[in-house]
């Protein structure tokens, strides 16, 4: 089983910044996509940023301008880069990483991670 192992939330003051990493284990270009994803109490998961086996990344309405995704293929690690964080990006972020598979047909494979908590004070 793909483990996926979130580090570097914590606490920091309203406009700071945050870098969040997400190991794998195992070949993070194996994936189609990873991505990080967030729960603040009493909301639904909603998806942060995304980037994709090719490199290409996304990022949410929220967050634009103020995070960034990226991936170093030799750690097999995933960042989260966060500056100017606000009191609502207060959070547990959850890393995702998604795999097809190339001979059975519409065979997906879905991976999360434990979670890391995010709290932003005004």
């Known amino acids: 089983q793909v483990q996926l192992v979130e580090s570097g939330g914590g606490l920091v003051q309203a406009g700071g910044s945050l870098r969040l990493s997400c190991e794998a284990s195992?070949?993070?270009?194996?994936?189609?996509?990873m991505g990080w994803y967030r729960q603040a109490p009493g909301k639904q998961r909603e998806l942060v940023a995304v980037?994709?086996?090719?490199?290409?990344?996304n990022c949410a309405d929220s967050v634009k301008g103020r995070a960034s995704v990226s991936r170093d293929n030799a750690k097999n690690t995933m960042y989260l880069q966060m500056n100017s964080l606000r009191p609502e990006d207060t959070a547990v972020y959850y890393c995702h990483a998604d795999r097809v598979h190339t001979v059975v047909a519409g065979l997906r494979y879905d991976y999360w991670g434990q979670g890391t908590q995010v709290t932003v004070s005004s």
């Open positions: 195992g070949n993070i270009l194996s994936f189609n996509s």
């Open positions: 980037i994709t086996r090719d490199g290409s990344t």
